[in-house]
C-alpha cells in the first residue's frame, strides 16, 4: 500500500506563496508520476501538475508560469511552489501518485489552501 502524506497548505494574501510537499512510502520509481490535483469547493478534482521520475513535467493552463513542481527521488518527494497566488486558487490541494502500471490511484487526505484577496 503506497501511502502520500502533504504538508504546506495554509492561508495566504493574494499574491503570496505557498510551498506545498508530498512524501510517498515508497520509489518514486515504482510509480507512474505524481501528481498534484486540487478540488475547489463545489467543483470536480482536477490536475494541476504531474512530474515523472525521468523529469517529465505538465501543468494545467490556469497555473503555467505561477506554479512549479519539482521532484526529488532520493526523498522520494514531490513539491509545488505555488507563486502569485489568486484567490480562485483556494481549494484542497491532493498528492497522487499511480502504480506502475497506472492502474491503481493513491492519494493524500489533502492539504487546504486558501487564497484571501
Known amino acids: 500500500q503506497v501511502q502520500l502524506v502533504e504538508s504546506g497548505g495554509g492561508l495566504v494574501q493574494a499574491g503570496g506563496s505557498l510551498r506545498l510537499s508530498c512524501v510517498s512510502s515508497v520509489s518514486i520509481f515504482t510509480l507512474n508520476g505524481m501528481n498534484w490535483h486540487r478540488q475547489l469547493p463545489g467543483k470536480e478534482r482536477e490536475l494541476v501538475a504531474g512530474?515523472?521520475?525521468?523529469?517529465?513535467?505538465k501543468y494545467a493552463d490556469s497555473v503555467k508560469g505561477r506554479f512549479t513542481i519539482s521532484g526529488d527521488n532520493a526523498k522520494n518527494m514531490i513539491y509545488l511552489q505555488m507563486n502569485s497566488l489568486k484567490p480562485e486558487d483556494t481549494a484542497v490541494y491532493y498528492c497522487?501518485?499511480?502504480?506502475?502500471?497506472?492502474?491503481?490511484?493513491?492519494w493524500g487526505q489533502g492539504t487546504q489552501v486558501t487564497v484571501s484577496s
Open positions: 512530474i515523472t521520475h525521468d523529469g517529465s513535467i
Open positions: 497522487h501518485a499511480a502504480d506502475f502500471f497506472g492502474v491503481i490511484d493513491y
